[in-house]
């Protein structure tokens, strides 16, 4: 019989990490958030008074009569959601330039110098040309990636951090139906069913040693993810699809009659782990635990359910026959992010909290003043209601024939009445009024809704409106009002681009370790592709993990302002066209003004193909006036040596006058000092030049014996 128990104790404890994860405070505080804030969301016209709702966030609350939800949780999404993000990112890859070193490096070595100019040079280029090809793939595999593109799944995460205060998407590569290409992308995940370690303390998750991934699958995919035998998972399933019960068979029938198991969905967890496999907090261990304590090491990565002794990844069939090697492959993390300290999704929050993992929701801010505006308003418009009814008192003696009037509802037409009636219309029916509302509780209406519109920030401005309904009457004070307005979708934007740019570097390193030169042969070409593996796929990963970053363009995820771009482009042209029509004219380039009439029709939505200018071509010189220019070109080259030579032998002169003047000053000093009859003449009578006694004084100042001599 095939042992089913030899990892029991390691999957238990898992189980049980995940559970404490799930019932920790802070988990708790921002699931409950997050939850009522869902709520408001999706919630129906009446969300808030059904009884799930009151019972689990308003003590039971009496129902009113109509039942109104102020819906500003679209409000909030519908402004902030398109701001935050508009388009796809523009992905950049960055890498680490070489250092450049001074020739005195290499004790000025010059043919050690050139060497390293050329290694220099060539690993340039091949870095440059590595990180342009990890650059075009990043920014084709966010719009190639299945369910709409990576905008889509992105998307999804900003609502979910808007509304619920993070949004979550996982890296992973994958495969299309049909195809071995392998692809990575970023797929979207509810964050209720992201787990961190309890003991976590910090927003950047650097202290946290484990997270695991809630999923839901049917039994036969995951039995064909792991490689086990079909039908292994098939009465371990959980949790029934739509599928499985639409299925009204008589056999599902009377399976459901003997409580057979018909459902078809299984809940299991992925952990990833930075603290080994998870026995290294037991007393005990088994052997196959310790051997794979020791052939995992730090980062391990298990597949667990609830009602399944092993782990999925490492079956018995697989842990009887395993080598090290396989037993590491198995238990090791899909795709190496731990080499650059990463976890396997990336967060969007814009509100941390210090001290803990989970994040606030911009939502959760106003949600008190939230509840009070729709319970005043329910209950404001139901007495509204109740007010516009028509209650009338009337006097018994009245004629039937009025009275039954009037309780047809029939007010107009002619009425006869009975002349024995003595008393006035107006004594014998009253109108019954409602008491009049206070006008103070609209007041409070209006201050509550500013209170949560501050909380969250819903500015007049951001719905094109002014503020307070006063219209500024200055541009300064207009501008001033804009920039504080927007100063939290700046930083919500800001939020979304730090989160695009660990998106992209998570991808780009599943990419390096994934992607072959195959799979993006059909996006790169044969040539490509195969350059593809020479630099990436069989290099070292550290050269794609290390040496290279993304960043994003700016503003490349916010919806362009055309009006903007257009006013611009129109202040430049008249600076910009004149130089740009010059250099066309003089050098037959008409690149750079079609760019810029390109980019002024895209500001207009106006098609600029027709308006495209043609290069051209140089007119040839004429070969006299070639020679002509030649020649008055030499004939000033020649003036121009001439003058130069004159003035270097101005300069040579003036430096020989100065030094004859300075070394015979200096020889009457000397003179002078060592008591030297410096009017003798030498024989023949004929004066010493001054260079001679320059170098007489200085051998004399250097031997001490000439010095006595002359002395």
């Known amino acids: 019989m095939t042992n089913t128990t030899y990892m029991s104790s390691i999957v238990e404890a898992w189980r049980g990490k995940i559970r404490l994860s799930r019932d920790s405070a802070d988990r708790k505080r921002f699931m409950r958030d997050a939850e009522m804030c869902d709520f408001f969301f999706r919630g129906s016209m009446g969300m808030m008074w059904s009884d799930e709702f009151r019972n689990k966030f308003l003590a039971g609350m009496p129902v009113p009569q109509f039942k109104v939800t102020i819906n500003k949780a679209f409000e909030l999404v519908a402004i902030n959601g398109p701001s935050t993000m508009w388009d796809y990112a523009g992905r950049v890859i960055k890498t680490e330039a070489m250092p450049k070193l001074p020739i005195e490096v290499f004790r000025n070595d010059a043919e050690r110098y050139a060497l390293y100019q050329q290694e220099l040079q060539q690993e340039t280029a091949i870095h440059t040309a590595r990180g342009m090809l990890m650059q075009s793939y990043l920014n084709y595999s966010q719009r190639e990636q299945p369910g709409g593109g990576l905008i889509h799944d992105s998307q999804l995460g900003v609502t979910d951090a808007i509304v619920k205060g993070a949004g979550v998407l996982w890296v992973e590569p994958y495969t299309f139906p049909g195809s071995n290409r392998v692809l990575t992308k970023c797929e979207y995940d509810r964050v209720e069913r992201l787990y961190f370690d309890p003991d976590c303390t910090r927003a950047n998750l650097t202290d946290c040693y484990w997270v695991a991934r809630e999923h839901y699958t049917k039994y036969w995919e995951l039995e064909k993810r792991f490689g086990l035998t079909p039908g292994t998972l098939r009465e371990k399933c959980t949790h029934s699809s739509r599928d499985s019960l639409s299925d009204d068979s008589e056999a599902s029938r009377a399976a459901r009659r003997s409580n057979v198991n018909d459902c078809d969905l299984i809940k299991w967890y992925e952990v990833f782990s930075k603290e080994g496999i998870g026995c290294r907090s037991m007393r005990q261990r088994s052997e196959i635990e310790e051997s794979c304590e020791r052939v995992v090491g730090d980062f391990a990565y298990l597949a667990i359910m609830d009602d399944l002794e092993y782990p999925l990844n490492f079956p018995p069939d697989v842990a009887a026959s395993a080598d090290d090697d396989e037993a590491r492959e198995r238990l090791d993390w899909p795709t190496a992010y731990w080499a650059d300290g990463r976890w396997p999704f990336a967060m969007l929050k814009f509100h941390e909290v210090p001290g803990s993992p989970w994040p606030l929701a911009p939502l959760a801010l106003g949600m008190g003043e939230l509840v009070f505006l729709n319970v005043i308003v329910s209950c404001l418009m139901g007495r509204t209601y109740r007010s516009c009814q028509s209650l009338l008192a009337v006097d018994r003696s009245i004629d039937k024939d009025i009275l039954d009037r009037l309780k047809s509802g029939e007010f107009s037409g002619v009425v006869e009445m009975t002349s024995g009636n003595q008393k006035m219309i107006d004594q014998l029916i009253k109108w019954v009024e409602s008491p009049t509302l206070d006008p103070k509780i609209f007041q409070v209406v209006e201050l509550v809704s500013d209170m949560f519109n501050r909380r969250t920030g819903l500015a007049d401005v951001l719905y094109g409106g002014h503020a307070g309904g006063k219209v500024s009457r200055s541009s300064a004070d207009s501008s001033l009002m804009h920039e504080s307005a927007g100063l939290r979708p700046e930083w919500m934007r800001r939020c979304a681009d730090t989160w695009q740019t660990e998106l992209a570097d998570l991808e780009r390193i599943a990419a390096g370790l994934h992607v072959k030169g195959e799979d993006v042969r059909p996006r790169f070409g044969r040539e490509t592709a195969n350059v593809w593996d020479e630099l990436i796929a069989n ?83 004429d070969p006299e006036q070639e020679a002509q220019a030649q020649a008055e070109t030499e004939a000033e080259q020649q003036r121009q040596q001439i003058q130069d030579a004159k003035l270097q032998e101005e300069l040579v002169g003036k ?57």
């Not at 750079?592 to 200018?613: I, K, Y």
């Not at 060592?674 to 170098?695: L, R, Y």
């Open 539 to 621: 290099e070292d990963p550290e050269l794609f993990i290390r040496a290279m970053r993304c960043t994003i363009q700016a503003n490349s995820t916010q919806r362009p302002n055309k009006f903007r771009d257009s006013q611009n482009l129109q202040a430049m042209s008249q600076y910009t066209l004149p130089i740009l029509q010059e250099w066309w004219q003089a050098s037959g380039d008409a690149q750079p003004l079609n760019a810029f009439l390109a980019a002024l029709g895209e500001a207009a939505d106006q098609d600029t193909s027709a308006w495209v200018l043609p290069e051209r071509e140089q007119p040839q010189p």
């Open 655 to 711: 430096q020989l006058r100065n030094e004859k003047l300075a070394v015979e000053t200096s020889g009457q000093d000397m003179s002078q000092d060592m008591g030297m009859d410096m009017s003798a003449q030498p024989a023949g009578g004929a004066s010493p030049a001054p260079m001679e006694v320059q170098q007489d004084l200085m051998s004399m100042m250097l031997d001490p014996s000439m010095m006595q001599g002359a002395a």
